[in-house]
């Protein structure tokens, strides 16, 4: 006849010695070595509208003509505010807003990026994204996600 063990008491000499060979162990050295500094160098300044709260920022150059020789160094830039939201296209060097499409006042916008010939813009906290064409800024679609970490 066997013995019934309770499952309980093996676990306390395992734990035991779990932590001494863990205290045995040996721990790295402290890196007792100065952090390294970096600079920075300022190499051009843009003229920007100080009324748009930036949220979203992409770079890019658009080409026209009958070999796509002129070309314009403009950013996409997606602005948040409380009924003030604007999805814009602006010229790299004056600073000029080329194109402006508003965002409904119920959406506050946030980041946004170029895929292809088109623009995507997102929202905070409400999910929905909207979708741009490019260079004239129609929105051609919205999506509302499917799944959202706001709990």
Not at 3 to 28: E, M, Y
Not at 62 to 76: K, Y
Not at 117 to 141: A, E, N, R, V
Request: glycine residues 8%.
């Amino acid at each position: 006849m066997r013995s019934k063990r309770d499952p309980h008491l093996l676990v306390l000499p395992l734990w035991t010695v779990f932590l001494l060979v863990g205290a045995a162990q040996r721990c790295p050295a402290q890196n007792t070595d100065e952090p390294e500094l970096y600079g920075y160098e300022v190499v051009a300044e843009y003229p920007h509208d100080p009324y748009a709260f930036t949220q979203g920022l992409e770079y890019d150059t658009l080409c026209s003509g009958a070999r796509n020789t002129a070309c314009t160094s403009v950013f996409w830039e997606s602005t948040g505010l409380n009924g003030k939201s604007s999805m814009r296209m602006v010229d790299l060097e004056t600073g000029k807003v080329l194109q402006k499409t508003p965002v409904d006042s119920q959406w506050f916008g946030e980041g946004a990026t170029r895929f292809g010939d088109k623009l995507y813009q997102i929202t905070w906290l409400t999910s929905q994204g909207f979708m741009y064409s490019i260079p004239d800024l129609k929105q051609c679609d919205l999506h509302r996600s499917v799944s959202s970490t706001r709990r």
